[in-house]
């Protein structure tokens, strides 16, 4: 894997070629190495690398969730603003957005241990001037907003690199299975992350970013000693079409289109965590910690769904099963945005968790089962823009329709918005809706 061919001509490759030799690499590979199914299933979480990986994983996404609600209830404490909690994530994705030609090339020609390294240093960073900003008080509103720009534009680097960097540290046949466990570490991270972020906010955000600073640094740490088992990319020439080759392939394969432009779509008009501060405070009369378990109870919902997904690969029709977790993810929006109760709002979010993690777990195995090596971290780089847009993007969309229509009208309107979204999709890409299978050969074969 990533090794480019010796006779490679000097002009970039098609998609399709590229893809017909990716696959015959990775077929190679996997019938060299891969593990009988109870194999899988008993040694995959007791593997040092992945055990690594893992880490790294729950370490850098523990840090953004604690340095995420740190910083919501630091800005709107600030300015008493729904539209400033909207900038704040307009501000993580913008850096993302522009950067996402040039980090997918960079995650296919250097070391992708290294790009995420650096990224968490840099996080790691950022989080520390917060903290000095803070104890010195000189942190204010326009700050925060250029100190997430610096966040969300390291992210827009690491988050490729880390998604490109499994299929190096396990074999193609774990894939679906790694993917589940790797998303699991996500939402642990977001259960402990939320929740252990507004109890350090509780005593002062200089510790809370602290902590943040603390754990990244030991993401970084983490992330440089995982073993491989493919040599990192060659540096290979930049061209215009080069570029733009992750693009063209995602338009080229109507399922992955279909799910990535899905799942953008779903949470960008369904997503209600950049609100969770108005309703902590104003609606559920809560205070930090409260907002911390706010956040952490769709993560233990998604913790649940990963944890059965690891222990049950989706095998049958996952695009069928990926509709169907967005529109109950649509409905549990709408619950939450109704909802007058703080346990009605814990158990909407728990639901609305458990059925998102589905179209995340098929959408992150389709990119890695169906893409080639070679361009796997541009593709990945741009699943990391749909996936940013529907998250920052997202929170500033639901920030501005709160300064519209008020935070309830908002999330209620984004939860039923969601619901029209996946039944639109049936129709624009049935291929989707039909898969039977993760990997293309295996769908083709049914």
């Given at each position: 894997m990533n090794e480019p061919s010796s006779d490679r001509p000097d002009s970039p490759d098609s998609p399709v070629d590229l893809n017909r030799r990716g696959r015959a690499r990775r077929s190679a590979e996997s019938n060299a190495a891969a593990p009988s199914a109870s194999d899988v299933r008993e040694h995959l979480p007791l593997s040092g690398a992945f055990q690594r990986f893992w880490c790294t994983r729950v370490l850098s996404s523990l840090s953004f969730q604690m340095l995420a609600v740190?910083?919501?209830?630091?800005?709107?404490?600030?300015?008493?603003?729904?539209?400033?909690?909207?900038?704040?994530?307009?501000?993580?994705?913008?850096?993302?957005?522009?950067?996402?030609?040039?980090?997918?090339?960079?995650?296919?020609?250097?070391?992708r241990r290294r790009i995420a390294a650096v990224c968490q240093a840099v996080e790691c960073a950022a989080a520390a001037v917060f903290a000095f900003g803070t104890y010195a008080g000189w942190l204010d509103a326009p700050i925060i907003y250029g100190l997430a720009a610096c966040v969300g534009a390291a992210r827009a680097f690491e988050s490729p690199a880390v998604a490109a960097l499994l299929p190096a540290v396990v074999p193609r046949t774990l894939l679906p299975r790694a993917t589940a466990w790797s998303t699991s570490a996500n939402q642990a991270a977001q259960i402990v992350g939320p929740a252990l972020g507004g109890l350090l906010y509780g005593i002062g955000a200089g510790p809370a970013y602290l902590a943040c600073s603390l754990s990244f640094a030991a993401a970084a740490l983490l992330v440089s000693s995982i073993p491989l088992r493919a040599k990192p990319a060659t540096r290979t020439p930049v061209t215009l079409e080069s570029v733009f080759s992750g693009i063209r392939f995602i338009f080229s394969e109507p399922v992955i289109l279909g799910a990535l432009s899905l799942d953008l779509f779903a949470v960008l008009f369904g997503g209600a965590t950049a609100l969770l501060p108005v309703f902590a405070r104003d609606f559920l009369h809560t205070g930090p910690l409260?907002?911390?378990l706010l956040r952490s109870a769709s993560a233990i919902g998604a913790l649940a769904g990963t944890l059965w997904l690891a222990r049950f690969p989706l095998k049958h029709r996952p695009g069928f099963v990926m509709f169907c977790g967005v529109i109950v993810f649509g409905i549990a929006t709408a619950v939450f945005g109704l909802s007058h109760q703080y346990i009605v709002s814990l158990l909407a979010l728990m639901v609305l968790g458990a059925s998102d993690v589905i179209s995340v777990v098929v959408r992150l195995s389709l990119v890695q089962l169906r893409t080639p090596d070679e361009m796997l971290g541009r593709v990945s780089a741009v699943n990391s823009l749909f996936v940013g847009t529907s998250n920052q993007l997202g929170e500033f969309e639901s920030g501005l329709t709160a300064g519209w229509w008020g935070a309830r009208r908002a999330v209620l309107a984004g939860g039923l918005a969601t619901v029209a979204i996946a039944f639109l999709w049936m129709r624009f890409f049935p291929e989707l809706k039909q898969t039977r299978s993760l990997d293309r050969e295996a769908d083709r074969a049914g």
């Open positions: 740190a910083m919501g209830w630091h800005i709107y404490a600030l300015t008493k603003s729904a539209l400033a909690l909207g900038i704040v994530g307009l501000a993580q994705f913008l850096p993302m957005f522009a950067l996402t030609l040039v980090v997918g090339h960079v995650a296919d020609r250097y070391d409260g907002l911390g």
